[in-house]
């Protein structure tokens, strides 16, 4: 009876140093290698790109990103702003993105405006590191013209990531 009540003082006194869980810091930086076509045929190409997050929650960020894409019809850049959603927090954690993409020219894309949903998953390697894959799916929200598929959607995105968590190492 002793060795027992000993070692769950012992047990209770372990938890009760080890305070509560780390958590991460809430900032994030994910670069991307990309490989796109936002809009018509001319503006498939690869591109590179980063996006920087808020964690809100634990499962929730907000998250604006920058990307260039070197297609056959010249450079395409692109800003986005909105929300990512993290679906699990184990080594592997699934997510999804939504957010409103700005397309610049406009002329060359067919848009400036657009609808950007995507789901992805990292796989993490430490608190600091992580890396995964995200496909994307852009929807014209200002076409002149219909675009695309014809049921809605105006491209496509692919992107290699590498995610850093500064202030985790």
């Known amino acids: 009876m002793r060795v027992a009540g000993g070692l769950l ?37 690869a591109g590179l790109g ?17 990307s260039t894409l070197f297609s056959r019809g010249g450079p395409v ?31 060359r894309a067919g848009f400036s405006l657009a609808q950007r949903s ?4 990292d796989l993490r390697l430490t608190r600091a590191l992580a890396i995964g894959a995200v496909v994307r799916y852009v929807t014209a929200l200002d076409a002149d013209v219909p675009l695309g598929l014809g049921t809605g959607l105006t491209g496509l995105e692919f992107g290699l990531r590498i995610v850093f968590v500064p202030g985790a190492f």
Not at 80 to 94: H, N
Not at 118 to 121: L, Q, S, T
């Open 118 to 121: 995507g789901f992805g998953a």
């Open 77 to 107: 850049t692109a800003l986005a702003a909105g929300f990512e959603a993290m679906l699990d927090i184990t080594p592997v954690a699934p997510f999804l993105e939504l957010s409103l993409l700005r397309v610049d020219p406009p002329g």
């Open 9 to 45: 003082a012992l047990t209770v006194a372990a938890a009760a140093h080890a305070g509560p869980p780390r958590r991460d810091p809430p900032v994030w930086l994910a670069l991307e290698g990309l490989y796109a076509q936002p809009g018509p045929d001319p503006t498939r190409g």
């Open 50 to 66: 980063a996006r920087l997050g808020y964690r809100l929650t634990d499962q929730v960020s907000t998250a604006v990103g920058f």
